[in-house]
């Protein structure tokens, strides 16, 4: 059954909408005063995440607070290997760790698609109780890693800079480097599924490291793999379409591309030109984006400045196809109110552009 709010979907369809829809990546998130008390009631960002209750609690803490047209599920990308046994940890300062990065032969041997209904049960349980907390008022969204995205991270071991030991892998033993991705997007393909069969209503794949590849790589190892999943995906469920959108940062040159892979929509970060990307993709597809998180550091009325830069950038519609964001996720220092200005603005000033 569609929510009672159902913009942002009529939005990712390219159907006719009131106004332009706005939600935000990462918006529960610790710029928000009431996650920082339900992070250290957890006890950690893992213990939070694996809590069906608390992670409820978080996802809906930004919906409570902005009038927001969808809610993301509260979760980690990480979540997948971690189920793999590669032992998942986050450090202060020094964002997520393995235990045991990926890295050998065998290392690659060992891996396997978690059960998700054993080892990922926290997360479909998470979505389940989101769904029913929600009273069916906006969307709810899930979300996973691309494989190429989780590979940067198990065979780095956590973060990085320059991917040496992923980009050695993957010029050296690419064979290897497949093998990997197979696996990982075999375990995105069934995870995406069981969110949506536990109530997600769209998904978004965050193929955040996508853009470091050269064009013949990105083909090769991240948006070939993108598309294996998105050809198994749940079209629909309980009657209704599931949209599906793919974030890639930094991949505007390759927009082309990321548009026909089978998605309904393409997440643009801020360095890309809206109106640019709708005539590139022909309206082929919706578009997300594109604000400069840090535009929410500056004062009210360029939030709202910039706000309607954006909205007029992507232009007149006669129907959806503009699904408002940021162009990556929402920096952690960012003032709550400024969050508020501008949903107020997207919503006051696009309602001209819906007439």
């Given amino acids: 059954m569609r929510p009672d709010n159902d913009t942002f979907l009529k939005a990712l369809l390219r159907q006719k909408c009131d106004y332009t829809p706005i939600w935000l990546m990462r918006q529960a998130g610790r710029y928000l005063s009431e996650y920082n008390a339900t992070r250290a009631k957890a006890g950690s960002f893992m213990k939070l995440a694996q809590s069906p209750d608390l992670a409820c609690e978080v996802t809906l803490q930004p919906v409570e607070r902005f009038k927001l047209d969808a809610a993301i599920l509260f979760s980690d ?181 990321i548009a026909h892979c089978g998605a309904q929509a393409v997440g643009l970060d801020w360095t890309s030109n809206l109106a640019r990307a709708r005539s590139r993709v022909a309206d082929c597809v919706a578009l997300q984006g594109n604000l400069d998180p840090m535009v929410l550091f500056g004062s009210e009325e360029r939030i709202r400045e910039e706000a309607r830069r954006v909205i007029d950038d992507y232009g007149v519609v006669g129907h959806g196809g503009h699904v408002f964001n940021l162009g990556h996720g929402i920096n952690q220092f960012t003032p709550p109110e400024a969050v508020e200005i501008l949903v107020d603005e997207v919503h006051r000033y696009s309602r001209d552009f819906h007439r």
């Fill in 77 to 257: 990308i990480l979540t997948i290997p971690d189920a793999m046994g590669l032992g998942l940890s986050f450090v202060a300062g020094e964002g997520p760790k393995f235990a045991k990065p990926v890295r050998s032969e065998e290392d690659v041997k060992v891996l396997h698609v978690p059960d998700i209904d054993q080892s990922l049960r926290y997360v479909t349980d998470a979505v389940r109780t989101i769904r029913k907390a929600l009273h069916n008022r906006i969307p709810l969204i899930g979300f996973s890693g691309s494989p190429f995205t989780l590979a940067c991270y198990m065979v780095e071991g956590g973060s990085s800079k320059d991917y040496r030991n992923l980009k050695t892998m993957m010029y050296t033993r690419p064979e290897l480097l497949h093998r990997l991705l197979d696996v990982n997007a075999e375990s995105v393909t069934a995870y995406l599924n069981a969110q949506i069969e536990s109530g997600a209503q769209a998904v978004q794949i965050f193929d955040t490291w996508g853009g470091t590849l050269s064009e013949p790589s990105f083909k090769e190892f991240s948006l070939r793999y993108i598309e294996k999943i998105i050809s198994g995906l749940h079209k629909t469920f309980d009657g209704e379409p599931v949209p599906v959108i793919v974030f890639t940062k930094g991949a505007d040159q390759w927009l082309e591309l």
